[in-house]
C-alpha cells in the first residue's frame, strides 16, 4: 500500500492536503502546525473514529472541525496494481465520518466488500489494535503493550496461521471456567458439596422431629380434654360479664348524651361571642410574649442610648476643653502651623536692626568729632547728629515691644509658652476628637437599634389589635388582650375537654357495644342469671394452665410439622442427594480436566514464547546494533513483550534503567522488529513515526534516519518531525521527500 494523497477537514485541517510519494517522505511542522492532527486523521481514514470513546478527548470531540464545518476525509492510495479513493464524510446529525465511500480511482466503480469498518484490516492485512502497536509509532507511545490481537497475529505467524486464536483469551476463558467450578470457596463445587452436607443433616432431622411430633399430639389432645371442662364453667361467668356490660352501655350512653349536649352549648357560646380557634388565640398570644420582650429590648436600649448620649456629651466636653473649638484634627493642625508661623514672624521683628543702629551711632560719632576739633559745622547739624540715634533707638525699641507682645498674645489661647508645646496638644486633641467620634457612632446605633425595635413593637401592637379586634373590639391597650386570651384558651380547652371526654364514652359505648349481641333491655330470664360458685380467677387459672399446656404440645407439633415441611419430603431429598452427587462427581471431572487444560495450555504458551521471543529479539537487536551505533548487540523480551537492551558485557538493561533517549531506541528498534514480522509483506504498510527521534542525539539520529532510508527502498515511510536536523541531515538523499508544513491560521 502506498499513500499518495490525504485531503482533511478534521480538527484545525481545513479542507487542507498533504501529497505523499514513495519512498521516505520527511514531513517537517513546528509545534501546533498540525502533524498530531494529519496522524489521527490518517488512522481514522483507515479504520474510523472510534465509537466507544467517551467525554472531551475523545476524537470525535478532540477533533471536531474548528471552523465549524462538518468533519470529513479523502485519501488517495495504491493497494498493489490497483488505485483507490477512499472518503469519509458525515451526514448531518449523524456518526462523525460515519459514511464511508471506496471506489476505483477515476472511476464511479466502488470497491467491492470494503466498508468503513472492514478497510483499514483490508489495506494493511491487520486490526486497529495491530497497527497501532507497529507500524503506527509515536513518541509519547513506543512502549509495547499486550494486546491480544497483536497476540493472535504473532501466535498465527508462528504456528498454525489462525488468526482466531489468542492465549490470552483463551487462558481467559478456560481461568473463568476453572472459578466457576471451584474458586476459594466460591463456584459450582463448593456449593454442590455444601448443598450435599445440607441435604444428610436434613435427613437427620427429618427422623428426630418426627419422634418429637407424635409426642406432642398426644399431648395436646389430653390438655384439651381439661380445657373443655374449665371452658364450660366460665361460660356462664362469659354470660353474666355480657349482662354486666349491657348495663355499663346504657350508663355510658346516658352520660355520652349529657356530655355531647354540654360540649354543643359552649361551642354554640363560642362562636356567638366569636371568640377565634384556639390555634389563632395561642397565635396572638404568642405575638403577646414577642410584643414583652420586644418591649424589654427596646427599655434596654433605651437605657443603653442614655449612657451613650451621657459618653457622648463627656467625650464632647473634653474635645471643648481643648482649645481648638471643635474643629477636626486637620483643621487644628493648619491653626497649629498658622499661629507658629506668625509667631516667628513677629519674632524676627522683634530683633534689633544692627545696620541701622551702626549707621546712626557713627553719624553721630562724626558729628560729634567734627565738633569737638572745630571742623566749622553748623551747629544743628551737629545737633541733629547727636539726637537723631537717640530717637531711632527709642521708636525701634517700641516696635520690638509690640511685635514681642503681638507674639505672646497668638499663644494665650493654647496656655502654652512656645509654639513648640502646641504639638503635644495638637497630639492629645486628635485622640480625644477620636474618641468623641466613635461616641458619636455608637450613638447613632443603638439609636437606629431602638428605632428597629420600636418599629417591631407598633408592627406586633397592630397585628395583635387587628386579630383581637373580632372578639374584644373596646380594647386600647394590647397588654389587655393577655386575660381575654386566657380566658378564651380556657374555654377552649374545656370544650376540648368535653369533646375528648365524649370520644371516650363514645369509644365506650362502641366497645362495649360490640361485646353484646344488641341493645336491647335486659330480659326476665337474664335479670333471673347467677354466677358459678367457682370464682373466675380459679377457673380462669385452670383453664389458662390446661389450654397452656395444650398449646405448647401444639406449638411443638406445628412447629416439628412445620420444620418438616420446610425441610421437605424425605423421598426428594434422598432423590436430591443421589442427583447432588452425581453432579459432584461430574463437575469434579470438569475441574480436573480444566485444570489439566489449564496447565496444557500455559506449557504450549511457554513454548510459543520460546520459539517466538528468540526470533523478535535478534531483529529487534540487530535494529538497535544499527541506531546505536553498535553500543547495544541484543534483545531480550519477556513473556509481555517487556524489552531489555544487552551490551558488549552481556548485561542486560530493562528501558527502566536506560537513558531517556535509549529507552526510545530499544522501543523503536522493537516497534521496527514486529512491523516486520506482523505486518503482511504483501500489503508493503506504510511506516508512521511521529517525532520520534526526539529524545535522540545527533549521532543516533544520524543512524537511525540511515536506517530508515534503507527500508523505503522496500516500503513507503511517513516522519512527522518538529525538527530541523533530520532535512537537514536527508538532504538530496535519494528517495527522500522533504515536506514542510505551514502553521495553520485556525485558531
Known sequence: MILHALTATFGCLNNNTLELQEGLNLIQAPNESGKSTWLAFLRSMLYGLSTRERGLLADKNRYAPWNGA???G??????????????????????????????????????????GQNAGERLTGVPRAVFERSAFIRQNALPIDQDAELEKRIAALISSGDETTSYLETEKRLRTALNRRRHNQTGLLPRTEAEIAELRQSLIQLHMLQQESDHARLQARCAGEAAETAAQKLALHDRMDEIDAKRAFFAAKAELAQTEKAAAALKAQLETEHVPPAQQLMRIKFNAANLLTTQVSMNHVQSQAEEAKKQAAAARSAVDAVPFAAVAPEEAAAQ????????????????PSLPLIAVLTAAAAAALAGAAYGLGQPYWITLVAAVLPIICGFLRAGSRRRAREQADALLIPYDVKTPEELEPLLTDYHTIYNVWVRQQQNEAQINASWQSFYQTYKKLSAEILEETSSFCPNIENVHQVSPLLEAGLRRWRQLQALETRAGQLRERCNALRSRLPNDAPLSKTEEALQRPPESRIDLEALLAESRDQQQQARSRYDRCEGEMTAIGDRLELTAQLETLEASRSRAQEEYDALALALEELDRANTDLQTRFSPALGRRAGEILHALTRGRYQHVLLDRALHPAAEDAAAIPRSAALLSQGAADQLYLALRL??????LPADKQVPLILDDTFTNFDDERCAAALDFLSAEAARRQILLFTCQSREAVYLQNRENVHIITLRETGWR
Open 70 to 72: 462538518a468533519m470529513s
Open 673 to 678: 522488529a514486529i512491523s516486520e514480522l506482523v
Open 74 to 115: 479523502r485519501m488517495e492510495l495504491a493497494d498493489g496494481t490497483q488505485e483507490l479513493v477512499l472518503v469519509r464524510d458525515t451526514v448531518h446529525g449523524g456518526v462523525p465520518m460515519g459514511r464511508f465511500y471506496a471506489a476505483y480511482a477515476g472511476t464511479a466503480v466502488q470497491v467491492e466488500g470494503m466498508t
Open 336 to 351: 497649629v502651623r498658622a499661629v507658629s508661623e506668625r509667631y516667628h514672624a513677629l519674632q524676627k521683628r522683634a530683633v
